[in-house]
């Protein structure tokens, strides 16, 4: 430790400090631009500058180390004057045009220059000015203003992983741009917003909306990927104007994703639902809720006269709220069904008979920051993960490993260790490899039950490669991502590593789709109830149809799992592993009850529509990918008619003469899943009673589909995202193949080809992609034009036209 | 990316350059593979820089801060002879705003600007670390000449014309 007086005040910081960071301690606030604490020193823009007894002149509090007996001032007259002085260089160019930019009233630069700025210029000659720039939909920039503090740059370069900004130029030329002619495509662009301390870099979709000081700021969750950021969702006149991050260090430090940023867009959409509907002998019509509801319950019950209360089947989606899950699955549990299921994506269930708790990331979140050795399977990491895939690229920063088993091979824009790409039926395989090659090297023998699967297989080279990082760099941890999930091998990946894991002592987890997949999980919206009986009865438990089964997967085409269903918040021909078969079984039912806050494709095939609120117009809870419950208020009030679907499902409750649904409010809900001292749910638990691998000899197809979810499609309210949806990254589908494949079907890159998949057939344009296996088609999934095809895995066809 | 875009001995001369770093740290090698790119193409054009990015695997938008960084650079097409007259202040003490003058009245141009016969360009320098010998100018960022009064421009300019 290094003992330093600052400003009169003793503290000891530890070696290494600067004088910022000690002041920081004492709560001494030291004028900056440039500063920032998770990025890189630059030193650039001046304003920190303090007074250090016995040096010949003032330093940069940011850039200057402590040293032992150092007396530092940072409001002495030399201090204030160097201060002062920085600040009249700063609005040499800086322009006057406060009245008409989106940062007035949250500018660094504007609060400095009232505290150390002088009321005139003496700058008489002409200002500078400086072209704008196009950075794509989501940032609008106003170049004159910018004080090249370089934070954006570094961010790109740092916390992103990609340099898409730089700073050409020099001196009074300097400016800051992409490279000719590119735009700004990073998943995490939106923090450079943030960031930028003027209104250099603005939110497009917000720009001149509002201004700062009229909006309310209040807290809420994230609905989108399983991390479960922070936010401060800002409000005026009831309506979402723009999504900041809140600060926790736990979980998103002090980012947002774009899709956490910007997809609020999607909550003030057009195609949102206000009033019921019902659908009565064939044409739609609104009405009220009391009569929806009767209508709802009526319906109901004549499909459990007619054919019991097993052919009721309930489909939640994982980025509803805690409290809706539970409801929706008490509701259907007291209805005698226990077909209830919120992993529409998944196709492989056979761990369910062998889980023994909810799956989850099976470390914290924080924890990922001090891992030596990552292995991750079967993940778009950066596209379903953002800040996951940042955390991630920090560690490997401090020295981590990061391998990867894929079917694709794109940039995690960090350093990997080894990589292993293969065909979605090959990856267990590979999986495998890296479990017998740990068993080797640790000399430990591979459980009985899986031992036969791993005899026939060959190690590679990357296999073993991966097996000693596992083992030399502790701590470690194997993680299976959303491809994994949605994998038909699912269980046999999860055995596999939970057996890797066995050997190597490396935490083991999946990285949670959405954002409440392990609430989902914990409440019982799964087709077991998971709440009634102890962890370990697993043989004993009475299981009901999950989501596959319900979504037709299995099923014969001419029959339909379900005579009723109940959709919550699901659009199941985008949100299933087969949506093909999706559409088919649900248009086949004969009673569809959708809870939903956008209308879409629903009045195709539901008879009853009621619209629900989403996540700003209802209090309620998710918990995160480690498990963090986190609960959070409405902040606006519903849009037209439309009621949280708590409420909702509660009234139906009464309706059907259900027992225990008396709540006057969510935290009542609430209370009665999880006690108030909770902050982490409890029933967390990745492992499996038996190790069961059985598809390790499964031969592939001979072109395979790989079917990911791209970033934007992936839940209801960023579909309808406009801005993000002008992104690259919701470019209109194309399907992409390796040139190896391309030649041998006689195919040139960029042609419009045909593909075919269990009789289904669309159009679309094919382009290279030579980091793919060869014999892959990589087509994504969740999108309109393409929904019309099957399975997200699986053999597909390709026809030159 | 475009293999001929430089040939194979400016391919050479860069490898050479980037065997003086560590493996892992090739960019640093960014300022003489540009001025090697520069000197076979005379210019540094966007494809220059991207195919420079690439070989070096860094991002393009880094190598075009370092390209537009430093003046010597030519991001544009130039005359065959760049003339960079030096007017920081030793040198505008020691009469560089008359050598420019001269040189604009000669050649008929302005700064950043070229003859018609494509002979020369003439551009703004700072300081070249020469100002004893002020006031200085830089030929092709190569050729070093002081002293320059009025009939040393004449000579010079005579020369090269030949
Ligand atoms: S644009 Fe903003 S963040 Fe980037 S250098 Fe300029 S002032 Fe700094
Ligand atoms: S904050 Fe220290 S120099 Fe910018
Ligand atoms: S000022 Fe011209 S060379 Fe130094």
């Given at each position: 430790m290094i003992n330093i007086e600052i400003d009169g005040k003793q503290v000891a910081v530890a070696q290494g400090s600067t004088v910022m960071d000690a002041a920081k301690q004492v709560g001494i606030y030291i004028p900056h631009f440039c500063y920032h604490k998770k990025l890189s020193i630059a030193a650039n823009c001046r304003m920190c500058l303090v007074e250090v007894e016995k040096a010949p002149k003032p330093l940069p509090a940011c850039a200057t180390p402590v040293s032992e007996g150092m007396k530092v001032s940072t409001h002495s007259q030399q201090a204030v004057t160097a201060q002062k002085g920085v600040m009249e260089f700063l609005l040499i160019n800086h322009p006057l045009d406060c009245p008409i930019c989106d940062q007035g009233g949250e500018c660094q630069l504007q609060d400095l220059a009232v505290g150390y700025g002088s009321s005139g210029s003496r700058y008489q000659e002409a200002k500078r000015a400086v072209t704008n720039k196009n950075l794509g939909p989501l940032i609008s920039t106003?170049?004159?203003?910018?004080?090249?503090?370089t934070r954006c740059v570094r961010f790109g370069q740092e916390i992103a992983g990609i340099m898409e900004l730089g700073m050409a130029g020099r001196g009074e030329h300097s400016e800051i741009l992409?490279?000719?002619?590119?735009?700004?495509?990073?998943?995490?662009?939106?923090n450079v917003i943030d960031l930028c301390p003027v209104g250099a870099l603005v939110s497009k979709p917000f720009r001149y909306s509002a201004r700062t000081w009229e909006l309310s700021r209040r807290k809420s969750i994230s609905p989108h990927c399983g991390l479960g950021s922070n936010l401060v969702v800002q409000v005026k006149n009831n309506r979402v104007m723009r999504v900041l991050p809140r600060e926790n260090e736990a979980v998103n430090e002090c980012w947002l994703s774009d899709k956490d940023r910007f997809s609020y867009e999607g909550l003030n959409s057009g195609d949102r639902l206000t009033i019921p509907m019902i659908r009565k002998s064939g044409e739609w019509q609104t009405c009220g809720w009391q009569e929806a509801l009767a209508f709802t319950a009526e319906g109901i019950k004549n499909v459990i006269n007619k054919?019991?209360?097993?052919?009721i089947g309930a489909l939640g989606s994982a980025h509803s709220t805690l409290e809706e899950l539970y409801l929706l699955q008490k509701l259907m549990r007291r209805l005698?069904?226990?077909?209830?299921?919120?992993?529409?994506?998944?196709?492989?269930?056979?761990a369910d008979v062998i889980s023994q708790g909810v799956p989850w990331l099976g470390i914290q979140i924080a924890e990922v920051s001090q891992l030596k050795s990552i292995l991750i399977i079967g993940s778009t990491l950066r596209k379903d993960h953002p800040l996951l895939a940042q955390r991630i690229r920090q560690a490997v920063k401090q020295g981590a490993q990061l391998s990867v088993i894929n079917p694709i091979g794109d940039d995690l824009f960090t350093k990997l260790a080894y990589q292993t790409i293969v065909a979605p039926s090959a990856m267990l395989n590979a999986v495998l490899q890296v479990l017998k090659a740990v068993a080797e090297i640790k000399n430990i023998p591979i459980s009985e039950q899986i031992a036969s699967a791993v005899k026939q297989i060959n190690i590679s080279e990357s296999a073993r490669g991966m097996a000693n990082s596992l083992i030399e760099h502790s701590p470690s941890a194997v993680f299976l991502g959303n491809i994994a999930q949605h994998h038909p091998h699912y269980a046999d990946l999860f055995s596999a590593i939970q057996a890797i894991s066995e050997i190597t002592g490396a935490k083991f987890g999946v990285l949670g789709e959405a954002a409440n997949s392990v609430g989902a999980y914990s409440v019982g919206?799964?087709?077991?109830?998971v709440r009634a009986e102890s962890a370990n009865k697993t043989e004993s438990r009475k299981s009901g149809l999950n989501a596959g089964q319900m979504l037709g997967l299995g099923v014969s085409e001419e029959e339909s799992a379900c005579s009723a269903y109940i959709l919550l918040n699901l659009e199941p021909e985008l949100d299933s592993y087969d949506t093909r078969r999706a559409s088919q079984v649900i248009n086949r039912a004969e009673f569809v009850v959708s809870l939903n806050s956008y209308k879409g494709n629903i009045p195709d095939y539901a008879d009853v529509i009621l619209p629900v609120s989403p996540f700003t117009e209802t209090s309620g809870t998710f918990v995160n990918t480690e498990g963090r419950i986190q609960s959070f208020q409405g902040v606006v009030s519903p849009l037209g008619e439309t009621r949280p679907a708590w409420k909702v499902l509660r009234v139906l409750g009464n309706l059907l003469q259900l027992e225990g649904f008396d709540y006057d409010s969510s935290e009542q809900i609430r209370a009665e899943i999880i006690s108030d001292k909770e902050e982490f749910v409890q029933n967390l638990n990745n492992s499996l009673d038996v190790l069961s691998i059985k598809d390790f000899d499964q031969k592939g197809s001979e072109v395979e589909r790989i079917g990911e979810i791209p970033i934007y499609q992936a839940d209801p309210i960023v579909r309808r995202a406009i801005s993000l949806q002008k992104t690259h990254d919701a470019a209109p589908p194309m399907a992409f193949a390796s040139s190896a494949l391309l030649n041998k079907a006689g195919i040139l890159a960029g042609e419009t080809v045909r593909i075919n998949q269990q009789n289904e057939e669309i159009q679309l344009a094919i382009s290279v992609d030579d980091n793919l296996p060869d014999d892959c088609i990589r087509l994504a999934c969740a999108h309109p034009q393409i929904s019309r095809l099957g399975t997200m895995f699986g053999e597909i066809k390709l026809e030159k036209l | 990316m475009n293999s001929l875009m430089l040939s194979i001995e400016a391919l050479k001369k860069i490898d050479r350059e980037i065997a003086k770093y560590p493996t892992d740290k090739k960019q640093s090698a960014v300022m003489s593979a540009l001025a090697i790119a520069q000197d076979e193409k005379g210019w540094l054009a966007t494809e220059t820089m991207d195919f420079i990015a690439d070989y070096l695997e860094m991002p393009a938008i880094a190598v075009y801060e370092v390209a537009t960084f430093y003046n010597m650079y030519n991001l544009k097409p130039i005359g065959k002879y760049k003339l960079t007259v030096c007017t920081n202040l030793p040198c505008a003490l020691s009469g560089s705003n008359q050598t420019v003058d001269y040189l604009k009245k000669k050649l008929g141009i302005g700064f950043n600007e070229t003859t018609v016969d494509g002979l020369f360009t003439l551009k703004e320098g700072e300081c070249m670390g020469a100002c004893g010998d002020a006031p200085v100018l830089l030929v092709n960022n190569k050729r070093m000449c002081s002293f320059m009064t009025e009939d040393q421009i004449d000579k010079l300019l005579e020369e090269l014309k030949k």
């Open positions: 106003d170049m004159t203003r910018c004080i090249h503090c992409t490279f000719v002619g590119k735009t700004v495509d990073s998943e995490l662009s939106g054919y019991g209360a097993q052919s005698g069904s226990h077909n209830i299921d919120h992993r529409v994506r998944q196709s492989n269930f056979r919206v799964v087709p077991w109830d | -």
